[in-house]
């Protein structure tokens, strides 16, 4: 059963003195131990509660959640991704691991918030130390709603193998309530936005906000906000716009160097990870030697492609935008180089071969492209290096940048196309690389409506986002997935001409199908089988 497992108190959170210890004897009075002043233990297991964190890189059979929508496929056949894309997800097969995961951490935040009383540190330190738990806490409650909807609330329980497990469902409405007043209590008692280095990767005020602020967004959103109540998207507005006034957060000046960095002013979350090669060695182009090789695991859709503007801020469908389908990655949003690498892309000393029969996409039964693209974001800077270097791979779990897009799709849907919100987009364009043009408006048309607005803001939640796990649950919440998620991805054929030129060829790489009852996950079939009063989601009775 995954709601209540992994009852043992701290395995796999103590430092190197517990270690010595055998596992059976990691029990509460050596975790919470009365007589450790500096409190080592109790800290060290509040980190493992940070553990349970998402770990979004490569996270799901290596390959991006975003592999499960239309930005993406994954490289390798038969990735478990492919059962999201063709439906067939199911109680016995949820793919990803969040109900036992999210439950861990609520359970190790609950033995966190019940024991550390007993350990002799000071009283800012438990305040503090408590209200992480408790942010903590909620974030892995937000994590289970955004995939389920209502979740059973276990307050402050700390369940043993003896209990009953018959816990009911909570309403939606209830788990929204009870995430919102959580991170209302803990805001202020958290640690300020601005931290010191020895407490960076901590909890803020600013994340608190930050979520609240998701959380609200959420709320708002058509799949939740069946009515539209109008107030839902004023709220989450104004906490956006809260965030936005604490002047503690700017975007970064470089978009590339923001996913390699230890630390800067657009990050308001992360999962803290050391250094390494993963993220190159995993999705870099496969056509390198030795150390300098990717496994491609992630290939990048034509549709996500598209989906970046010209450098004039216009869609390339636009006939003002100047494309130009015969040099299609020309005068394009600077934006799209940093995030996938096509056909021309410099990278280890040399171009980038996507053409069949190139070296990054040479045929034959090795993983490599489906769609003639690699993913680039998140690596570091290697376009004249040769060969990889360790790089900061923080998980960026909340960035001022979705803060602002926050801002302007509420903003939008509660007053229409109004300063506030078209400025909010405007700062992540010009901090993109788009030209401002006549009018310093980055490409947004002086008349826009309400309707095209939103069009334009979910666009550039599409592409600023892109890989950081939002889209999969952007189209569910705007109840877009029907219509997007049911039409084929597509890649491009590249193909070599005399005079070193290029046809492209749009082709279908994959079907996709999504029915109505995926909008929400399917509670695993181990709860439903051991709680009965545990209640299933519509559509997955089968």
């Known amino acids: 059963m995954l709601l209540f497992t992994t009852l043992a108190l701290a395995q796999d959170s103590c430092r190197r003195t517990l270690e010595t210890e055998p596992q059976d004897r990691l029990t509460d009075d050596l975790v919470f131990d009365q007589i450790d002043k500096n409190a080592d233990n109790a800290r060290a297991f509040l980190m493992s509660v940070y553990q349970q964190l998402p770990d979004g890189y490569n996270r799901i059979d290596n390959a991006f959640l975003d592999c499960a929508t239309d930005d ?35 359970r190790r935040a609950n033995i966190f918030l019940s024991r550390i009383d007993k350990v002799p540190t000071t009283t800012e330190n438990k305040q503090y130390w408590k209200a992480e738990a408790r942010f903590l806490r909620a974030f892995f409650y937000f994590e289970l709603l955004k995939r389920w909807g209502g979740v059973p609330l276990m307050a402050d329980t700390v369940l043993t193998i003896n209990d009953r497990l018959n816990y009911s469902r909570n309403t939606i409405t209830e788990t929204v309530q009870h995430i919102l007043a959580e991170l209302n209590t803990v805001q202020d008692l958290l640690l300020p936005p601005t931290l010191a280095d020895a407490d960076y990767g ?57 996913f390699i960095s230890t630390k800067n002013t657009e990050f308001i979350f992360n999962r803290q990870r050391t250094p390494d090669q993963s993220v190159e060695q995993n999705n870099g182009p496969v056509g390198y030697l030795n150390a300098a090789a990717g496994k491609g695991y992630t290939s990048p859709s034509q549709e996500l492609v598209d989906a970046f503007p010209m ?29 996938v690498f096509y056909n021309g892309s410099k990278w280890l000393n040399r171009l980038v071969e996507t053409f069949d029969g190139g070296l990054d996409k040479p045929g034959g039964i090795i993983t490599q492209t489906k769609t003639g693209y690699y993913l680039r974001k998140f690596m570091g800077k290697f376009e004249s290096a040769s060969a990889y270097s360790n790089q900061q791979h923080h998980v960026i779990l909340l960035r001022y940048a ?20 078209v400025d909010a987009l405007i700062a992540l364009r010009k901090r993109a690389g788009i030209l401002p043009g006549t009018d310093n408006r980055y490409g947004i048309p002086a008349a826009v409506s309400q309707a095209q607005l939103r069009t334009i803001i979910q666009n550039e939640r599409r592409i600023e986002l892109a890989f950081e796990e939002h889209r999969h649950w952007d189209l569910r919440r705007w109840k877009l997935a029907g219509t997007v998620l049911n039409k084929p991805v597509t890649g491009m054929r590249i193909t070599p001409q005399q005079g070193g030129t290029f046809t492209y060829t749009r082709f279908e790489v994959t079907p996709a199908s999504f029915a109505e009852r995926l909008y929400w996950y399917p509670i695993p079939y181990s709860e439903i089988e051991t709680n009965p009063n545990m209640r299933q989601n519509n559509g997955w009775n089968f």
């Open 202 to 258: 901590r909890a803020t005020k600013g994340a608190a906000m930050a979520l609240k602020a998701r959380l609200l967004l959420y709320w708002a959103s058509p799949l939740y906000n069946t009515n539209n109540d109008p107030a839902r998207w004023a709220n989450a507005a104004t906490a956006a716009a809260d965030i936005v006034r604490l002047n503690n957060y700017n975007l970064a000046t470089d978009f590339i160097g923001l």
């Open 72 to 106: 993406a496929v994954a490289s390798r056949d038969g990735n478990l991704t492919d059962d999201f894309r063709k439906g067939r997800i199911s109680p016995q097969n949820v793919i990803d691991n969040a109900w036992e995961r999210n439950y861990n951490g609520i």
């Open 311 to 339: 450098i004039n801020g216009l869609p390339i469908t636009d006939t003002r935008s100047e494309y130009d389908a015969a040099r299609p990655y020309d005068k394009r949003d600077p934006r799209l180089a940093a995030t």
């Open 402 to 421: 979705e803060v602002l897009l926050n801002l302007a799709e509420a903003r939008n849907e509660e007053q229409g196309p109004v300063k506030e919100a």
